[in-house]
Antibody, heavy 119, light 110 residues
Framework: EVQLVQSGAEVKKPGESLKISCKGS????????IGWVRQMPGKGLEWMGI????????RYSPSFQGQVTISADKSISTAYLQWSSLKASDTAMYYC????????????WGKGTTVTVSS | SYELTQPPSVSVSPGQTARITCSGD??????AYWYQQKPGQAPVLVIY???ERPSGIPERFSGSSSGTTVTLTISGVQAEDEADYYC?????????????FGGGTKLTVL
C-alpha cells in the first residue's frame, strides 16, 4: 500500500525554527515528486512547492519562495519542509502528497501536520 | 499566474445530481483534477485528467470539460458525499510548474 506518513503536530513560538517530515512507503520514493500543500484554518488549499527525491530538484511556488525550504533524504524515503523563523501566519495544516509525473496532480496524500505558532 | 473559479457552495437532496463547476482561462490547454476533502481529513483525488476516475472512487463521480469550464458531477448523491471539493490544474510549460487550486466548493446534502 502506498503511504505517506507525516510527523506529528507542532506548537512553536514566533521566531523559532521547525522541520516537519513526510515518509513514503509502498512505492519507489525516488521516482515521484513530493509536493507540499498549505491549508490555513478554514481556508482552501495552497500549493507550496515540490521536490524530486531522485535528484533533489526542487521547485517553489512564487508565494513561498524564500519563506520555506523543501528537502529530501532518499536514503530514508523522507521529504521535509522547514522554516528558519516562524511567524504566527504560518499557523496551518501542512500536507505532503505524491505528485504524479508530468501532470502535477496529487494522487496520494499524507494525513497532514498541524503547525501552531503562538507566543 | 492564472486562477480557477468555483462556486462557494452547492446544495442537493440525497439521490439528486450535484454539479460543481470550475472555470479558468487555461483549462482548454491543461487537464483538471478534482479532490474531495471531508472535515478533519486529508484531500482525496476523485477525478484526474478531466474525466478519469482513480481506482476505488465510486462510479457516481464523473468529470467533463468544455472550453474554459470543467465540471465534477456526482450522480445519486449520498450523505457521505458532503464535503469540500477542490479543482486543480497545472501549467508546466515554464521554468517551474504553476500549480493552482480553485477556492473550493462546499457540497451540502440536504
Amino acid at each position: 500500500e502506498v503511504q505517506l506518513v507525516q510527523s506529528g503536530a507542532e506548537v512553536k513560538k514566533p521566531g523559532e525554527s521547525l522541520k516537519i517530515s513526510c515518509k513514503g512507503s509502498g512505492y519507489s520514493f525516488t521516482s515521484y515528486w513530493i509536493g507540499w500543500v498549505r491549508q490555513m484554518p478554514g481556508k482552501g488549499l495552497e500549493w507550496m512547492g515540490i521536490i524530486y527525491p531522485g535528484d533533489s530538484d526542487t521547485r517553489y511556488s512564487p508565494s513561498f519562495q524564500g519563506q520555506v525550504t523543501i528537502s529530501a533524504d532518499k536514503s530514508i524515503s523522507t521529504a521535509y519542509l522547514q522554516w528558519s523563523s516562524l511567524k504566527a501566519s504560518d499557523t496551518a495544516m501542512y500536507y505532503c502528497a505524491r505528485v504524479y509525473g508530468d501532470y502535477y496532480y496529487m494522487d496520494v496524500w499524507g494525513k497532514g501536520t498541524t503547525v501552531t505558532v503562538s507566543s | 499566474s492564472y486562477e480557477l473559479t468555483q462556486p462557494p457552495s452547492v446544495s442537493v437532496s440525497p439521490g439528486q445530481t450535484a454539479r460543481i463547476t470550475c472555470s479558468g482561462d487555461a483549462l482548454p490547454k491543461q487537464y483538471a483534477y478534482w479532490y474531495q476533502q471531508k472535515p478533519g481529513q486529508a484531500p482525496v483525488l476523485v477525478i484526474y485528467k478531466d474525466s478519469e476516475r482513480p481506482s476505488g472512487i465510486p462510479e457516481r463521480f464523473s468529470g467533463s470539460s468544455s472550453g474554459t469550464t470543467v465540471t465534477l458531477t456526482i450522480s445519486g448523491v449520498q450523505a457521505e458525499d458532503e464535503a469540500d471539493y477542490y479543482c486543480q490544474s497545472a501549467d508546466s510549460s515554464g521554468t517551474y510548474p504553476n500549480v493552482v487550486f480553485g477556492g473550493g466548493t462546499k457540497l451540502t446534502v440536504l
